[in-house]
Nanobody, 125 residues
Framework: QVQLVESGGGLVQPGGSLRLSCAVSRGALSRYAMGWFRQAPGKEREFVAFISRRGGGTTTYADSVKGRFTISRDNAKDTVYLQMNSLKPEDTAVYYC?????????????????WGQGTQVTVSS
């Protein structure tokens, strides 16, 4: 059973930055492609960003965050990151990381096997 633990959420002003981290069970990260999703109040969970298994590999972003968010991974530290810049109030949500095996690009919630508990991000002045 793979365990994922997110951290780094909080309250930030519009235009500010946050970096989310997702710690994966020791030694497991290199086996998985990773995604970030988010769920705002009253809305369905939506795709944010994807990174393939290999460090420096394929990344994909939702149009709403492209150019502002960056996903990265450090397999040696078993950690995936989501750097979020130029934050907007509409970025307010609970952010989740997710993992699955496989070589393709995965942007659907249904594609993922393992999920973290989520971390709250609030963008407000």
């Amino acid at each position: 059973q793979v365990q994922l633990v997110e951290s780094g959420g909080g309250l930030v002003q519009p235009g500010g930055s946050l970096r989310l981290s997702c710690a994966v069970s020791r030694g497991a990260l290199s086996r998985y492609a990773m995604g970030w999703f988010r769920q705002a109040p009253g809305k369905e969970r939506e795709f944010v960003a994807f990174i393939s298994r290999r460090g420096g590999g394929t990344t994909t972003y939702a149009d709403s965050v492209k150019g502002r968010f960056t996903i990265s991974r450090d397999n040696a530290k078993d950690t995936v990151y989501l750097q979020m810049n130029s934050l907007k109030p509409e970025d307010t949500a609970v952010y989740y990381c997710a993992a699955r095996g496989g070589p393709s690009t995965y942007t659907s919630e249904a594609d993922y096997d393992y999920w973290g508990q989520g971390t709250q991000v609030t963008v407000s002045s």
